[in-house]
């Protein structure tokens, strides 16, 4: 499996910005995802996760009714639409797939997002 994560970018406080991340292979509907990030300085930190149909979603309490995870199996891509952003926000995004446990066994490359004030 490879990911590939784009879509980030600079963004003022208070924009939007909407994450793609494609996943090769024609499983991608056999696995749960999930997006995390990592600030400058910080540890990784999951941010939003979404089951193998779409119908259940879960999140950070940091991101919990700014961000929205969702998938199209279809185009084997994996979104994470982000609103209301803050300079917090500001890391580099990572998506990735579950092993079936709660553990992620392949991650994208990462792509930044920055926020300014």
């Known amino acids: 499996v490879q990911l590939q994560a784009s879509g980030g970018g600079l963004v003022q406080a208070g924009g939007s910005l909407r994450l793609s991340c494609a996943a090769s292979?024609?499983?991608?509907?056999?696995?749960?995802m999930g997006w995390f990030r990592q600030a400058p300085g910080r540890e990784r930190e999951f941010v939003a996760a979404?089951?193998?149909?779409?119908?259940?979603?879960i999140y950070a309490d940091s991101v919990k009714g700014r961000f929205t995870i969702s998938r199209d199996n279809a185009k084997n891509t994996l979104y994470l639409q982000m609103n209301s952003l803050k300079p917090e926000d500001t890391a580099v995004y990572y998506c990735a797939k579950s092993d079936g446990s709660s553990h992620y066994d392949y991650w994208g490359q990462g792509t930044l997002v920055t926020v300014s004030s």
């Open positions: 292979g024609r499983t991608f509907s056999s696995y749960d």
């Open positions: 979404i089951n193998r149909s779409g119908g259940s979603t």
